[in-house]
Protein backbone atom coordinates (compact mmCIF):
# COMPACT_ATOMS: atom_id res chain seq x y z
CA UNK A 1 0.00 0.00 0.00
CA UNK A 2 0.94 3.54 -1.24
CA UNK A 3 1.86 6.25 1.59
CA UNK A 4 -0.93 7.81 0.28
CA UNK A 5 -3.04 4.85 0.65
CA UNK A 6 -2.46 4.28 4.42
CA UNK A 7 -2.74 7.90 4.95
CA UNK A 8 -6.81 7.56 3.07
CA UNK A 9 -7.03 4.15 5.15
CA UNK A 10 -6.20 5.67 8.99
CA UNK A 11 -8.04 8.81 7.75
CA UNK A 12 -11.19 6.48 7.35
CA UNK A 13 -10.92 5.02 10.62
CA UNK A 14 -10.38 7.68 12.37
CA UNK A 15 -13.38 9.39 10.78
CA UNK A 16 -15.46 5.56 11.46
CA UNK A 17 -13.88 5.66 15.17
CA UNK A 18 -15.38 9.41 15.45
CA UNK A 19 -18.88 8.75 14.08
CA UNK A 20 -19.29 5.16 16.63
CA UNK A 21 -18.08 7.66 19.51
CA UNK A 22 -20.33 10.50 18.22
CA UNK A 23 -23.54 8.40 18.23
CA UNK A 24 -22.74 6.30 21.49
CA UNK A 25 -21.73 9.50 23.20
CA UNK A 26 -25.60 10.68 21.91
CA UNK A 27 -27.19 7.69 23.12
CA UNK A 28 -26.00 7.59 26.33
CA UNK A 29 -26.83 11.80 26.75
CA UNK A 30 -30.54 10.94 25.66
CA UNK A 31 -30.62 8.18 28.20
CA UNK A 32 -29.57 10.59 30.99
CA UNK A 33 -32.02 13.08 29.84
CA UNK A 34 -34.53 10.73 30.04
CA UNK A 35 -34.02 9.74 33.57
CA UNK A 36 -32.28 6.55 32.51
CA UNK A 37 -28.72 6.97 34.03
CA UNK A 38 -26.28 4.71 32.10
CA UNK A 39 -27.64 2.15 30.30
CA UNK A 40 -26.18 -0.42 32.49
CA UNK A 41 -26.30 -2.09 35.98
CA UNK A 42 -28.97 -3.02 38.80
CA UNK A 43 -31.24 -0.17 39.51
CA UNK A 44 -34.14 1.32 41.37
CA UNK A 45 -36.91 2.81 38.72
CA UNK A 46 -38.86 5.75 40.13
CA UNK A 47 -42.49 6.22 38.10
CA UNK A 48 -44.71 9.01 39.60
CA UNK A 49 -48.80 9.00 39.06
CA UNK A 50 -49.57 12.81 39.78
CA UNK A 51 -53.02 14.28 39.79
CA UNK A 52 -56.09 13.32 39.14
CA UNK A 53 -55.96 9.64 37.72
CA UNK A 54 -58.57 9.37 34.27
CA UNK A 55 -56.26 7.22 32.03
CA UNK A 56 -53.63 4.77 32.54
CA UNK A 57 -51.92 4.29 29.42
CA UNK A 58 -48.42 6.36 30.06
CA UNK A 59 -48.33 5.09 33.69
CA UNK A 60 -49.21 1.47 32.86
CA UNK A 61 -46.83 1.28 29.70
CA UNK A 62 -43.70 2.52 31.89
CA UNK A 63 -44.49 0.27 34.57
CA UNK A 64 -44.16 -2.64 31.64
CA UNK A 65 -41.12 -1.11 30.63
CA UNK A 66 -39.61 -1.10 34.08
CA UNK A 67 -40.77 -4.87 34.06
CA UNK A 68 -39.24 -5.34 30.72
CA UNK A 69 -35.93 -4.09 31.58
CA UNK A 70 -33.11 -6.22 33.05
CA UNK A 71 -31.31 -3.58 34.39
CA UNK A 72 -34.15 -2.31 37.00
CA UNK A 73 -34.44 -4.85 40.14
CA UNK A 74 -36.97 -2.48 41.68
CA UNK A 75 -39.49 -0.03 41.13
CA UNK A 76 -40.84 3.43 43.48
CA UNK A 77 -44.26 4.30 42.61
CA UNK A 78 -44.56 7.98 43.92
CA UNK A 79 -48.52 8.99 44.55
CA UNK A 80 -49.68 12.07 44.68
CA UNK A 81 -53.24 11.64 43.44
CA UNK A 82 -56.65 13.08 45.35
CA UNK A 83 -58.27 9.71 43.13
CA UNK A 84 -59.93 9.31 40.00
CA UNK A 85 -61.68 7.80 37.95
CA UNK A 86 -62.13 3.65 38.98
CA UNK A 87 -61.13 1.76 35.56
CA UNK A 88 -57.83 3.25 35.24
CA UNK A 89 -56.84 3.41 38.55
CA UNK A 90 -57.84 -0.48 38.46
CA UNK A 91 -55.33 -0.79 35.34
CA UNK A 92 -52.33 0.86 37.19
CA UNK A 93 -53.08 -1.55 39.93
CA UNK A 94 -52.86 -4.33 38.17
CA UNK A 95 -49.89 -3.24 36.45
CA UNK A 96 -47.91 -3.03 39.34
CA UNK A 97 -49.33 -6.82 40.36
CA UNK A 98 -47.59 -7.64 37.31
CA UNK A 99 -44.70 -6.30 37.94
CA UNK A 100 -44.44 -7.91 41.57
CA UNK A 101 -44.62 -11.31 40.12
CA UNK A 102 -41.75 -10.80 38.06
CA UNK A 103 -39.98 -11.01 41.02
CA UNK A 104 -39.29 -6.99 41.06
CA UNK A 105 -40.47 -5.36 44.51
CA UNK A 106 -42.79 -2.19 44.30
CA UNK A 107 -42.88 0.29 47.11
CA UNK A 108 -45.07 3.00 47.39
CA UNK A 109 -44.42 6.36 48.45
CA UNK A 110 -47.09 9.13 49.64
CA UNK A 111 -46.48 12.47 48.71
CA UNK A 112 -49.01 15.20 50.17
CA UNK A 113 -52.13 13.75 48.50
CA UNK A 114 -52.81 10.07 48.15
CA UNK A 115 -56.15 9.18 48.79
CA UNK A 116 -59.30 7.53 47.49
CA UNK A 117 -57.82 6.21 44.05
CA UNK A 118 -54.34 7.46 44.85
CA UNK A 119 -54.49 4.87 47.94
CA UNK A 120 -56.36 2.17 46.05
CA UNK A 121 -52.84 2.01 43.39
CA UNK A 122 -50.62 2.31 46.60
CA UNK A 123 -51.91 -0.96 47.91
CA UNK A 124 -50.69 -2.87 45.41
CA UNK A 125 -46.81 -2.59 46.37
CA UNK A 126 -45.12 -4.52 48.69
CA UNK A 127 -44.87 -1.82 50.98
CA UNK A 128 -45.85 1.87 51.12
CA UNK A 129 -44.37 4.46 52.57
CA UNK A 130 -46.53 8.05 53.74
CA UNK A 131 -45.35 10.84 55.59
CA UNK A 132 -46.74 11.97 58.58
CA UNK A 133 -48.65 14.50 56.86
CA UNK A 134 -49.59 12.81 54.05
CA UNK A 135 -53.78 13.09 53.09
CA UNK A 136 -54.79 9.49 52.43
CA UNK A 137 -57.54 7.18 53.02
CA UNK A 138 -61.20 7.99 51.85
CA UNK A 139 -62.05 5.18 51.10
CA UNK A 140 -64.96 4.68 48.61
CA UNK A 141 -66.56 5.56 45.63
CA UNK A 142 -68.88 8.42 44.49
CA UNK A 143 -71.17 9.22 41.61
CA UNK A 144 -72.60 12.79 41.81
CA UNK A 145 -75.09 14.31 38.94
CA UNK A 146 -77.23 17.43 39.44
CA UNK A 147 -81.32 17.81 38.86
CA UNK A 148 -81.65 20.85 37.11
CA UNK A 149 -85.11 20.45 36.58
CA UNK A 150 -86.47 23.51 38.95
CA UNK A 151 -84.17 25.47 36.98
CA UNK A 152 -84.73 24.74 32.93
CA UNK A 153 -88.42 25.40 34.30
CA UNK A 154 -87.88 29.03 35.30
CA UNK A 155 -85.52 29.77 32.02
CA UNK A 156 -88.59 28.10 30.24
CA UNK A 157 -86.13 24.90 28.60
CA UNK A 158 -88.32 21.74 27.76
CA UNK A 159 -85.80 19.08 27.65
CA UNK A 160 -86.65 16.15 25.75
CA UNK A 161 -85.25 12.79 25.67
CA UNK A 162 -85.60 9.95 22.92
CA UNK A 163 -84.71 6.62 24.41
CA UNK A 164 -84.53 2.69 23.63
CA UNK A 165 -84.43 1.64 27.04
CA UNK A 166 -85.94 2.50 30.90
CA UNK A 167 -82.88 3.41 31.96
CA UNK A 168 -80.98 4.66 28.95
CA UNK A 169 -81.77 8.41 30.50
CA UNK A 170 -80.51 7.47 33.76
CA UNK A 171 -79.06 10.33 35.61
CA UNK A 172 -81.30 12.68 33.55
CA UNK A 173 -80.77 16.37 35.24
CA UNK A 174 -84.40 17.43 33.94
CA UNK A 175 -86.20 15.63 36.39
CA UNK A 176 -86.17 13.59 39.47
CA UNK A 177 -84.28 10.05 40.01
CA UNK A 178 -86.77 7.39 40.44
CA UNK A 179 -86.52 5.13 43.29
CA UNK A 180 -85.86 1.83 41.25
CA UNK A 181 -82.64 4.21 39.48
CA UNK A 182 -81.56 4.94 42.97
CA UNK A 183 -81.79 1.79 43.85
CA UNK A 184 -79.87 0.18 40.76
CA UNK A 185 -76.68 2.87 41.15
CA UNK A 186 -76.43 2.31 44.65
CA UNK A 187 -75.73 -1.57 43.51
CA UNK A 188 -73.64 -0.72 41.19
CA UNK A 189 -71.62 1.86 43.62
CA UNK A 190 -71.54 -0.96 46.36
CA UNK A 191 -70.07 -3.18 43.99
CA UNK A 192 -67.75 -1.34 42.93
CA UNK A 193 -66.68 -0.49 46.95
CA UNK A 194 -66.21 -3.91 47.61
CA UNK A 195 -63.72 -4.15 45.17
CA UNK A 196 -62.02 -1.29 46.59
CA UNK A 197 -62.38 -2.89 50.18
CA UNK A 198 -61.13 -6.54 49.38
CA UNK A 199 -58.13 -4.82 47.42
CA UNK A 200 -57.21 -3.04 50.67
CA UNK A 201 -57.87 -5.82 52.76
CA UNK A 202 -55.54 -8.23 50.15
CA UNK A 203 -52.85 -5.87 49.94
CA UNK A 204 -52.49 -5.07 53.49
CA UNK A 205 -53.05 -8.31 54.65
CA UNK A 206 -55.93 -7.57 57.03
CA UNK A 207 -59.58 -9.01 57.26
CA UNK A 208 -62.58 -7.71 55.70
CA UNK A 209 -64.15 -6.50 58.67
CA UNK A 210 -61.01 -4.38 60.06
CA UNK A 211 -60.77 -2.79 56.54
CA UNK A 212 -64.20 -1.90 56.42
CA UNK A 213 -63.59 -0.15 60.03
CA UNK A 214 -61.79 2.40 58.18
CA UNK A 215 -63.42 2.09 55.24
CA UNK A 216 -66.27 5.20 55.18
CA UNK A 217 -64.54 8.10 53.05
CA UNK A 218 -62.96 8.79 55.89
CA UNK A 219 -59.16 11.23 55.41
CA UNK A 220 -56.70 10.44 57.32
CA UNK A 221 -52.98 11.77 57.82
CA UNK A 222 -49.92 9.48 57.11
CA UNK A 223 -49.21 8.69 61.08
CA UNK A 224 -53.18 7.91 61.46
CA UNK A 225 -52.46 6.02 58.99
CA UNK A 226 -49.69 4.19 60.24
CA UNK A 227 -51.43 3.42 63.50
CA UNK A 228 -54.56 1.68 60.94
CA UNK A 229 -51.70 -0.17 59.41
CA UNK A 230 -52.82 1.33 56.03
CA UNK A 231 -49.31 1.89 55.38
CA UNK A 232 -46.37 0.06 57.06
CA UNK A 233 -43.96 3.01 57.76
CA UNK A 234 -43.48 6.44 57.74
CA UNK A 235 -40.90 8.35 55.63
CA UNK A 236 -40.49 10.77 52.22
CA UNK A 237 -39.18 9.34 48.43
CA UNK A 238 -35.57 8.74 49.86
CA UNK A 239 -37.08 6.20 52.54
CA UNK A 240 -38.67 4.68 50.26
CA UNK A 241 -35.85 3.92 47.56
CA UNK A 242 -34.10 2.83 50.42
CA UNK A 243 -36.52 0.34 50.94
CA UNK A 244 -36.71 -0.63 47.28
CA UNK A 245 -33.17 -1.09 47.19
CA UNK A 246 -33.14 -3.46 50.50
CA UNK A 247 -35.79 -5.61 48.68
CA UNK A 248 -33.57 -6.15 45.67
CA UNK A 249 -31.25 -7.21 47.54
CA UNK A 250 -29.13 -3.37 46.20
CA UNK A 251 -27.21 -0.83 48.00
CA UNK A 252 -28.39 1.25 50.22
CA UNK A 253 -28.25 4.56 47.68
CA UNK A 254 -28.93 2.57 44.29
CA UNK A 255 -28.21 3.86 41.23
CA UNK A 256 -31.73 5.13 39.79
CA UNK A 257 -33.90 5.50 36.63
CA UNK A 258 -36.16 8.95 37.50
CA UNK A 259 -39.43 9.37 36.11
CA UNK A 260 -39.61 10.30 32.34
CA UNK A 261 -39.90 14.38 32.36
CA UNK A 262 -42.54 15.66 29.14
CA UNK A 263 -41.99 18.55 27.79
CA UNK A 264 -44.86 21.22 28.41
CA UNK A 265 -44.80 24.74 27.15
CA UNK A 266 -46.96 25.50 29.71
CA UNK A 267 -44.78 24.33 32.29
CA UNK A 268 -41.83 26.74 30.56
CA UNK A 269 -44.23 29.53 30.86
CA UNK A 270 -45.33 28.64 34.38
CA UNK A 271 -41.33 28.56 35.58
CA UNK A 272 -40.52 32.03 33.07
CA UNK A 273 -43.05 33.56 34.18
CA UNK A 274 -43.30 32.62 38.22
CA UNK A 275 -47.14 31.57 37.87
CA UNK A 276 -48.21 29.62 40.69
CA UNK A 277 -49.26 25.72 40.42
CA UNK A 278 -51.70 23.47 41.81
CA UNK A 279 -50.03 23.18 45.41
CA UNK A 280 -50.90 20.33 48.07
CA UNK A 281 -54.75 21.06 48.05
CA UNK A 282 -57.22 19.43 50.22
CA UNK A 283 -58.73 16.24 47.88
CA UNK A 284 -62.27 17.20 46.54
CA UNK A 285 -62.04 13.50 44.82
CA UNK A 286 -62.71 15.25 42.23
CA UNK A 287 -65.70 18.01 41.81
CA UNK A 288 -66.51 17.21 38.54
CA UNK A 289 -68.30 13.74 38.23
CA UNK A 290 -71.10 12.77 35.91
CA UNK A 291 -72.95 9.29 35.56
CA UNK A 292 -70.52 8.13 33.47
CA UNK A 293 -67.37 8.14 35.98
CA UNK A 294 -67.43 6.43 39.13
CA UNK A 295 -64.94 8.22 40.82
CA UNK A 296 -62.39 6.33 43.86
Known sequence: MTSRGRTIAIALAVTAGVIVVFFLTVWVLMSVLEGGGLPVGQKVAVVELEGII???????????EHRENPSVRAVVVRVN???GVVAPTQEIYSAIQRLRKSGKPVVASL???????????????????ASPGTLTGSIGVIMQMANLEGLLKKVGVDYVVVKSGQYKDIGNIARPMTPEE?????????DVYDQFVDAVAQGRKLDKATVEGFADGRIVSGQQAKQLKMVDALGGLDDAIEAAATLA??????RLILPRRRFSIFDVLKEYLGLPGTGPLLPSFPTLKTPLYLMA
Not at 54 to 64: G, H, I, K, M, Y
Not at 111 to 129: E, F, K, L, N
Open 54 to 64: VQADSVVRELN
Open 81 to 83: SPG
Open 111 to 129: GSVAASGGYYVATAADRIY
Open 182 to 190: RRMLQALLD
Open 249 to 254: GLPPKP
